[in-house]
Structures are given as C-alpha cells and as structure tokens.
C-alpha cells in the first residue's frame, strides 16, 4: 500500500459545484502539502501544514480551502468549482528541518472541471 | 522574487551521458533537491545538495555551487526508463520549497 494515499484519483465535474480532495498518509510525517500542477509549469504549492492544529495559506491559494483532521489526514476543498482549476493535484508529506524538502508524493488527484 | 531556472526539454541517446543545469536565485539557501517525475505519476526524490561538491548515487550525481547559484544533474548509462521529467527546487530561509518548471528529457534508442 501507498504511504500517502488520495482520493480521488481521477474526477470530473461541473463548473460550481463542490469538491473534497482527501490525503492520508502512514509516513508519520508532521508536514502536510497539497500542490497543482499545470502543464509547463511547475508545481505550485496551495496550502501546507506542520502540524494539526497548523494550515497555511501557499502562492495560491483563492478559491481553495483545507482542513487537517489528524496527523494523518489532510483534505483539499474547491468550494465553487471553476474550468481554470483543471489540473493534477498532488498532496505531499515531510518530515522536519533539513528533510523538509524531501517530499513524498501522493499519486494524484486528476480534476477536470467543466 | 525567487526564481529557478532549467531547461523546458532535452534529447539525448540511449547509453549516452546528459547533464540538466539548474540556476537559482532566492531569499536563503538551505538545500538544492533533485525530483524525478514520469509523466502522469508522482515526483519522486533523487538527490539533496547542501555544501558545494558532487554526490554520486548510482548512475545519478548532483553538482552544488552556492556561490555561483547553480547546480547540474548528471544521469550516465541512459536507459529508456529515464525519459521524465527532472525538477529542481531549492529550500529557502523559511524552509519553502521553490520549484522550477521542470526539465522534459526525451531518450532516443
């Protein structure tokens, strides 16, 4: 089984509506990320936490919300779809100081909204 | 503003010996990462570049020099299975990773 998991994997929906991204992970990492990723570009970070009780805001922010339920659970929410936020995302764990910038990488969440 | 530079798109030859260049400006330095990305699937983590040098890992070495900015990745031996994409980002002052856009590298037989 995958140490980071998410859910979907793949969703297609309509412009509007609402949608929840789910990541668990069994790492036991503190540190929790959710990233898109656009063809040509690179990844772009939207929300991150180092701890439950810890979110903040990345470069991109608007029109995204998330909620860390446990250490183990992170879940990205689109509120009010829109087609622009057609992408791949990617949730991401690390562990602390020097090994924050070793990610590991869910599988990916392929979102397409019409 | 922070900023990562690499190169959109390589080709090189099965066997052969390639080298991704990676220039970087930004506020801090606390390590240089290598990510390795098949297209459709996860980043996963290659290499980590705090101090100036190369580190070898298998047919993978990464080159650092802070004072210039800069840092290559050097893949020998290519196989066919090496035809992804290689990010490089760079841990900033506050601990952020800041990504580029990544390095497509096509290998032909």
């Known amino acids: 089984d995958a140490d980071v998991t998410q859910t979907p994997r793949n969703r297609i929906t309509k412009t509007g509506k609402r949608i929840m991204l789910e990541c668990s992970q069994t790492k036991g990492h503190d540190r929790m990320y959710w990233y898109r990723q656009d063809p040509g570009l690179g990844l772009r970070l939207i929300y991150y936490s180092f701890d439950v009780k810890d979110i903040n805001k990345g470069e991109i922010s608007d029109g995204y919300s998330v909620s860390r339920q446990a250490q183990a659970k992170f879940s990205l929410s689109l509120e009010s779809a829109i087609p622009n936020q057609t992408a791949l995302y990617f949730c991401?764990?690390?562990?602390?100081?020097?090994?924050?910038?070793?990610?590991?990488f869910g599988e990916g969440s392929r979102l397409t909204v019409l | 503003g922070q900023n990562i530079d690499q190169p959109t798109e390589m080709t090189a030859t099965e066997g052969a010996i390639v080298q991704i260049n990676c220039t970087y400006q930004t506020s801090g330095f606390n390590g240089l990462f290598w990510y390795q990305q098949h297209a459709g699937e996860a980043p996963t983590f290659l290499s980590y570049?705090?101090l100036d040098g190369l580190e070898e890992k298998g047919r993978f070495s990464s080159f650092l020099s802070r004072s210039k900015g800069y840092s290559y990745l050097l893949l020998k031996e290519l196989q066919m299975k090496d035809s992804a994409s290689y990010l490089c980002?760079?841990?900033?002052?506050?601990?952020?990773?800041?990504w580029g856009a990544g390095t497509k590298l096509i290998i032909k037989p």
């Open positions: 980002a760079v841990l900033d002052s506050n601990y952020q990773l800041i």
């Open positions: 991401a764990t690390s562990d602390r100081g020097i090994h924050t910038g070793e990610l590991f």
């Open positions: 570049n705090v």
